[in-house]
């Protein structure tokens, strides 16, 4: 996702750190941390740089990989109030909910 945040925000998969990232201009300014469960992801927390809060970033890293878990076949157990919330408001990813 990019529309919105002025300049764009791309969102990467770094395994290495088990997160998603979103970087701009090459720097990170947000990510959301998950833990592999097995069958599906715990999605536990998710953070923004503070002088990016209120751009949409947060958003646009849950959005990113929650798109690139589904791609994947992945399931996700949202921990993160943040991505449980983000997922209550758009149903488009309800799917991906695990039952716990």
Known sequence: MTDGYEPPVTVRHAPAHDRYEAVSEGHVVGFVE????GDHVVM???YT????????VAAHV???ALDDLRSRGRRVEPTCWYVADFISSH?????LLVDV
């Open 91 to 95: 149903p488009e990813y309800r799917d």
């Open 49 to 56: 740089e503070p002088v990016h809060r209120g751009q949409a």
């Open 34 to 37: 998950y833990r592999d469960a």
């Open 44 to 46: 536990h927390h998710t």
């Open 62 to 64: 849950v959005a990113g």
